[in-house]
């Protein structure tokens, strides 16, 4: 058998590195959203504090988390994200 030596695509790296970006922004949304879902809603809704009308749990976990993500998505992509050729590199060669 002969081996070929296999060239890596630079694509495959910044692919990988946007994808564990998002990974983290998810873990993140879901470590927000449980914490504030499951820390200040597991009391007794007598006792819960509202803001803008809804408890704090729900607000604090769905709607400004909603707002915190949506703003660290854009800053992610603005500035950690690179547009890259998706067509193949042999193509472009005469």
């Known amino acids: 058998m002969i081996k070929q ?3 890596i695509d630079a ?3 910044v ?3 946007e994808a564990l970006i998002g990974v983290g922004l998810v873990i ?3 470590i927000w959203w449980f914490g504030f879902a499951y820390g200040l809603g597991s009391g007794d809704p007598e006792d819960y504090s509202y803001i803008f009308g809804f ?3 729900f607000f604090y976990s769905c709607i400004l988390g909603f707002i915190i993500m949506v703003v660290l998505t ?3 992509v603005k500035f950690f994200f690179k547009d890259i050729p998706l ?3 042999e ?3 005469p």
């Open 5 to 7: 030596k296999q060239t």
């Open 15 to 17: 692919a990988n590195r």
């Open 87 to 89: 067509d193949d590199e």
């Open 55 to 57: 408890p704090a749990w």
């Open 28 to 30: 993140f949304n879901f």
């Open 74 to 76: 854009v800053i992610a």
């Open 11 to 13: 694509r495959f790296n």
């Open 91 to 93: 193509e472009n060669q």
